[in-house]
């Protein structure tokens, strides 16, 4: 599932889809984070980071603050992401695939 944002259109993504065989869903909205659920999951991950203090100052610490949020976050979270994407989809839908905020 790609956006079609220009770094998923890359000639070197292109490139590394067609050479490793993988099918990629054509038409897709631009810039459709509303269907695409990991995109709402690294937004939590990058929220949980940022309240942290002190900040990550360093690579490792960012990393292990990445870790740490990630295995935070409720399986309930995520469950309620899934539930909505009926509602998401509907809404793209009835947009016309036209993205809403």
Known sequence: MQDNA???RARITNQFLYENNIPVLHPWPPYSPDLNPIEHL????????????????TLL?????LHEEWNNILQQA??????????RCQ???????HHTR
């Open 78 to 87: 995520v469950q309620r992401l899934i539930g909505s994407m009926r509602r």
């Open 61 to 65: 610490q960012l990393e292990r603050a």
């Open 42 to 57: 690294w937004d939590l991950l990058d929220r949980r980071v940022r309240m942290r203090q002190p900040q990550p100052q």
């Open 91 to 97: 809404a793209v839908i009835l947009s016309r695939g």
């Open 6 to 8: 220009p770094a998923h």
